[in-house]
Every structure is written in structure tokens, then in C-alpha cells.
């Protein structure tokens, strides 16, 4: 009888060797210095025109790959025990948007700040590929929102491995009162999760 070895050791053991990298590189969003993220981060901050209303938001893009799994066979020695390991041919990125925010407001009468009460947002992303073309865009109307908070997402569209540099055009709105944004780059590039499948696939 074959036995298979769990997926979830297997593959996430090569998924998890990037972690660092992928760490890495997001630390060098805010500077734009270094290769471009893999998850970069943008953030900023705004005022009312009469300077007492602020909203400060954060944008992290997720590009969460995506894999199937596919069973190779076990080591000479114990080739019952097949093994579940990803398929670089398989693989893909399905992003995600993680807004947070503050919004404060500045009381008059006693010249303090304050964070309370509940605040309506408006959230919007932009995808867009290297010839500037909109390949995925989310927009979100939110009501009756803490002063501080976050709100993943979904892009909900499929981008291809190396297609290219891409560009996040995103802001977070307090309507009626301040806008904040930015833009953002990220690389399609999945060189490393090949290399890591390509390990599980020769490992014994």
C-alpha cells in the first residue's frame, strides 16, 4: 500500500523558505531602495482644509500566490512513501488589498485630538501592468467605522507569473474631509517559488 506524505509538510516547508526574502524586500518599500517588493506597503496622511479633520492611511498589497499540488514518488529506499509537492507550472498570483486607517478630529474648544465616533471610508485600488493598462481595480464604500481600523480586500482577479513590473495606485478616502494615497510597485516574478518546488520535488 502507498503512503503520501501530508502536503501541508511538504509544501509549506518550500513555501515557507521564502519568508525572509519576502520579508526583506517589504522592509524596502518605504524607500523605494533595492528590488522591487513582493508585498510592499504605502502609507501617508492628510488633513481637512480647515486643519481640523486628519485621516492617516496604510496600504499593504498581498500578492498571494496560488499552486496546485502534485504527487511525486518516494526515494529509492521508501518509494511507498509518495510525496505532495507544488507545480511550478501551476502557479499564479490572485492579489489582495489590506487598507488601515486613523481618522482624528481636533476639538475646538479645548484645542485636543480626539479618535471616536464611527466614520464612513471609501477605499480604491488600482492594478495597472507595464504599459499602464488597468489589469484589476477594487472599490469599497464603507459606513459606521471605528476611528482606527483595517479591511482586506479582494482583488479577485488572476495575474500571471513574470509578466512583468506592476504598479498599485491606491487611496482611502474620508469623504467630505481628506484624501490619502499613493502608488505602489510590485514584480510578478515566481523564480522563487520555483526554486524552493524545485527542491521538494529532488528531496527524498
Known amino acids: 500500500m502507498k503512503r503520501t506524505r501530508t502536503a501541508a509538510v511538504t509544501v509549506a516547508a518550500a513555501v515557507a523558505a521564502l519568508t525572509p526574502a519576502l520579508g526583506q524586500a517589504a522592509a524596502t518599500a518605504a524607500d523605494g531602495k533595492g528590488n522591487l517588493p513582493q508585498d510592499p506597503v504605502g502609507s501617508g496622511k492628510a488633513w481637512s482644509k480647515d486643519q481640523k479633520h486628519k485621516v492617516e492611511g496604510q496600504v499593504r498589497f498581498h500578492p498571494g500566490v496560488q499552486y496546485k499540488t502534485v504527487t511525486r514518488p518516494g526515494s529509492a529506499a521508501a518509494p511507498e512513501w509518495e510525496r505532495k509537492t507544488g507545480d511550478p507550472n501551476t502557479l499564479a498570483w490572485m492579489p489582495s488589498y489590506e487598507f488601515s ?3 482624528s478630529d481636533v476639538l475646538v474648544n479645548k484645542g485636543l485630538t480626539t479618535k471616536n465616533g464611527k ?4 477605499l480604491h485600488a488600482v492594478l495597472r501592468d507595464a504599459r499602464n493598462t488597468a489589469v484589476g481595480e477594487v472599490h469599497k464604500e464603507l459606513t459606521g467605522q471605528a476611528a482606527t481600523g483595517s ?5 479577485n482577479k488572476r495575474i500571471a507569473c513574470d509578466t512583468g513590473d506592476y504598479t498599485v495606485e491606491w487611496t482611502l478616502e ?15 516574478g515566481c523564480e ?4 524552493a518546488f524545485a527542491a521538494e520535488h529532488t528531496g527524498n
Not at 151 to 155: D, E, L
Open 174 to 188: 474620508r469623504p467630505g474631509y481628506a484624501t490619502v494615497g499613493g502608488t505602489l510597485r510590485w514584480n510578478s
Open 151 to 155: 479591511q482586506k480586500v479582494a482583488g
Open 119 to 122: 466614520h464612513a471610508l471609501t
Open 101 to 103: 486607517w486613523t481618522v
Open 192 to 195: 522563487q517559488y520555483r526554486t
